[in-house]
């Protein structure tokens, strides 16, 4: 009963009784020039905040008649204060990357984490997203446009749109449309054609694109590749779409025997597959960057645990996460955040290219 006054009187009286505009969680960041997880950590008291940032925030409060919202805050008493995560595969190191961001900063806001690994098989996030939402998690997160399957409105996706009945769910470089359901994304298309045109640049005309799964992202990526040569007036070649094993020396010797011999650059869509790559040209002699360039995705610690060091596109992999985060913790605090938010993914150079 209380749950249903507390939320009747939200939605009959959205104004405060000074009578202004209630100020939000994400109000009080945006004057403040701090993220929502601190707001949250100074009305939580948290030692993670410095006292001059709790006095600064904790004026701006004051001055702005902000109230935390009594609901949200007492969450934790009807609810195990945890936090589902769930991705395809915990070694990959972008879905590593997301999972320790999110467990850190959410363990800082009071909160735990449950993970599970779902693998690849569409029948197999079901069932781990029914199992985890059996644990009372209090919201998901998904990591990877994996779980977008053919885009927002795949009936595939239905589990999630159901899963949004019981908890908010928010996904890492991914979006389904539906209730209660919030997506970052990286513009993985444009940053893939930007990737290209470097490569254009530097004169190469026979680019492969290398890649090991047929996600959303690697779709979007595949549609940037072929952006990117029409543009410059390079043809198509389908003999230049090279479908790999995942395993960096699996790449390489999957290379070695079928590669087209006048390919002279390399898009990987995964710093994985470009390690491999590298480990091939140097297994056939072949120079990089004079004679071959190549460039990787995610901006990993691969990229420069690679001689040459690759060239990657930055996927805002911490950034992503960072706003799911953010708009969990104000949709907490009554906040209502974008269902779905962009990020540009940047091209970082290193020695793997000319340019």
């Known amino acids: 009963p209380g749950y249903d006054i507390i939320q009747i009187s939200i939605k009959i009286f959205p104004f405060s009784e000074r009578g202004f505009a209630m100020v939000s969680m994400k109000d009080i960041a945006k004057k403040c020039g701090v993220s929502i997880a601190t707001v949250s950590r100074v009305v939580n008291d948290s030692p993670l ?7 600064k925030v904790r004026k701006v409060m004051e001055e702005n008649n902000y109230t935390p919202n009594v609901f949200a805050r007492g969450l934790g008493l009807g609810t195990m204060k945890t936090i589902g995560i ?14 320790a ?25 079901k069932a781990a997203v ?24 795949d009936p595939n996706t239905d589990y999630i749109r159901e899963a949004a009945k019981n908890v908010p769910v928010f996904l890492v470089n991914g979006y389904v449309e539906g209730q209660n359901i919030y997506g970052a994304l990286c513009d993985d298309k444009a940053a893939v054609e930007q990737a290209v045109n470097l ?31 029409n543009a410059a007036g390079l043809p198509v070649d389908e003999n230049l779409f090279f479908f790999a094993r995942p395993g960096i020396e699996d790449v390489k010797r999957d290379l070695l025997m079928t590669c087209p011999k006048e390919v002279d650059g390399i898009f990987a869509t995964n710093d994985r ?41 930055d996927s805002m992999c911490e950034t992503l ?14 906040s209502v955040p974008d269902a779905k938010t962009y990020t540009k993914g940047i091209l970082v150079r290193r020695a793997s290219t000319k340019l």
């Open 49 to 55: 905040v410095s006292e001059k940032t709790k006095a």
């Open 86 to 99: 769930v991705c395809p595969d915990v070694a990959d190191a972008y879905m590593a990357q997301g999972v």
């Open 101 to 125: 961001f999110i467990e850190r900063n959410l363990r800082e806001s009071g909160y735990d984490c449950i993970l599970q690994c779902s693998g690849k098989n569409p029948e197999d996030a």
């Open 130 to 153: 029914t199992n985890i939402l059996n644990k009372k998690i209090d919201a998901l997160f998904l990591i990877g446009s994996f779980y977008m399957f053919n885009g927002d409105n």
């Open 199 to 229: 490569l254009i640049s530097e004169g190469r005309k026979h680019i492969l694109f290398l890649y090991n799964t047929d996600s959303h992202s690697s779709r979007l990526k595949r549609e940037g590749y072929i952006e990117a040569l």
């Open 273 to 313: 597959l470009a390690a491999g790559a590298l480990k091939y040209a140097r297994e056939t002699g072949i120079s990089v960057p004079e004679d071959l360039s190549i460039i990787g995705y995610d901006n990993s610690e691969i990229a420069i645990s690679c001689e040459p060091e690759l060239t990657s596109v």
């Open 321 to 334: 996460c960072r706003i799911n985060i953010d708009s969990l913790l104000g949709l907490l605090q009554g």
